[in-house]
């Protein structure tokens, strides 16, 4: 069986899902017709029983959910000083930390609108 090549003598752009070979109205990616979000699955998990033997041993016998031991290990961790975790657990309990917007110096933003007439 030949293979078809395109303009160029390479196969670039010849699959059946290339962008420019699909049908109006057909997604390109097949998974996303059958609802195949992680996040979906991730989210429908977190309070299901945690598998025991992906928890501390101190944990074992607490019945945690997945939800419970992803936070007990983040609290652990933020706790051990890890700057990363830490980080992100105060974003995410405070807020993240706005950044000022100001002009030169401090001052106020100035915007100059500039059309076709006002050019030098």
Same mark, same amino acid.
């Given at each position: 069986?030949?293979?078809?090549?395109?303009?160029?003598?390479?196969?670039?752009?010849?699959?059946?899902?290339?962008?420019?070979?699909?049908?109006?109205?057909?997604?390109?990616?097949?998974?996303?017709?059958?609802?195949?979000?992680?996040?979906? *699955?991730?989210?429908?998990?977190?309070?299901?029983?945690?598998?025991?033997?992906?928890?501390?041993?101190?944990?074992?016998?607490?019945?945690?959910?997945?939800?419970?031991? *992803?936070?007990?290990?983040?609290? *652990?961790?933020? $706790?051990?000083?890890?700057?990363? $975790?830490?980080?992100?657990?105060?974003?995410?309990?405070?807020?993240? $930390?706005?950044?000022?917007?100001?002009?030169?110096?401090?001052?106020? $933003?100035?915007?100059?609108?500039?059309?076709?007439?006002?050019?030098?």
């Amino acid at each position: 069986m030949e293979k078809q090549l395109n303009k160029n003598g390479n196969r670039r752009g010849m699959s059946a899902n290339s962008r420019k070979n699909l049908d109006n109205g057909r997604k390109g990616n097949n998974h996303a017709e059958k609802d195949y979000s992680i996040t979906r *699955i991730v989210k429908e998990m977190l309070d299901q029983p945690a598998v025991e033997r992906w928890l501390e041993v101190e944990d074992k016998a607490k019945g945690l959910t997945w939800r419970q031991a *992803i936070a007990t290990r983040l609290l *652990i961790e933020a $706790v051990r000083g890890n700057a990363k $975790v830490t980080g992100e657990l105060f974003d995410r309990l405070e807020g993240k $930390v706005t950044q000022p917007i100001g002009g030169e110096g401090g001052g106020p $933003v100035i915007l100059r609108i500039v059309d076709d007439d006002d050019r030098d």
